[in-house]
């Protein structure tokens, strides 16, 4: 947090190291500052204190959120429970204490590591591995009547396998709260199609294993709706199965940010 100082400019001077200046005011300068003229000198501490309002004011107004579409998903930090890979269905995930350590911190909607790379053609290509904001989507899914925010990330494992993970976030006391999340399967094997909020439930739509044309696809779905109870997401209703088109057997669909 910056400091204001009462002092003149002239007696402004950079320290090296710190990136920045010395605010410090010296027996001089606060002399010289108020010896001047009188006039000039309410006018300069009136113009650092309205200077200095404007900025603690900007503060304010940034970090104040009134509603969970204000809320930057794009630069936050998310929980991280179990192994990344080897999963063929969804499961909801513990709420409690980190079981690897390693929380995902989003920094403009990412957080790779580059894993290999390659040249070819005089060209050198890339793999990343890590954490890539996919999409948020914003629903009533609670009954409260008010929106959630339903946060995708996707996982890039550097390979064939993906995983994705959804998290779903209310608004309380000017900030998001975590009220769930879940992985999904790899691909075919109960891979995320689409995950939305439909008339106060939590919908959620995987490719259909049973009905797969290889590890990576699959021409089917399986649809489940939750319904919030009892400080959780249960499964409602009979789960349904359904046929895709070719535009729809691959990639995972859901509303950006």
Request: net charge negative; aromatic share 12%.
């Amino acid at each position: 947090m910056s400091n204001f100082w009462l002092t003149d400019p002239a007696a402004c001077e950079p320290v090296l190291g710190t990136g920045g200046w010395s605010r410090e005011v010296g027996p001089a300068a606060t002399e010289g500052l108020l010896m001047s003229d009188p006039n000039r000198t309410i006018l300069t501490i009136m113009r650092r204190l309205f200077i200095g309002f404007l900025f603690y004011a900007s503060i304010g107004f940034t970090a104040a959120q009134t509603n969970i579409r204000q809320v930057d998903f794009k630069d936050f930090t998310y929980p991280l429970n179990g192994p990344l890979l080897g999963h063929d269905r969804l499961q909801w995930l513990p709420m409690g204490a980190l079981s690897n350590g390693n929380p995902i911190h989003l920094v403009n909607g990412e957080d790779l590591t580059r894993s290999s790379s390659f040249v070819m053609d005089g060209h050198e290509y890339t793999q990343w591995a890590g954490f890539a904001l996919q999409s948020v989507e914003y629903a009533e899914v609670t009954g409260d009547g008010r929106e959630e925010a339903i946060v995708v990330i996707h996982y890039l494992s550097g390979g064939t396998q993906k995983t994705h993970y959804v998290y779903i976030y209310s608004f309380a006391d000017g900030k998001p709260k975590l009220l769930a999340y879940f992985h999904t399967g790899d691909r075919a094997y109960s891979g995320l199609s689409k995950v939305s909020g439909v008339d106060g439930k939590l919908v959620v739509e995987l490719f259909d294993p049973e009905k797969k044309t290889g590890d990576c696809c699959s021409s089917g779905i399986v649809r489940t709706r939750y319904k919030w109870h009892s400080g959780r997401f249960e499964a409602f209703g009979k789960s349904e199965r359904e046929t895709l088109d070719e535009r729809q057997l691959t990639q995972p669909t859901s509303t950006s940010p």
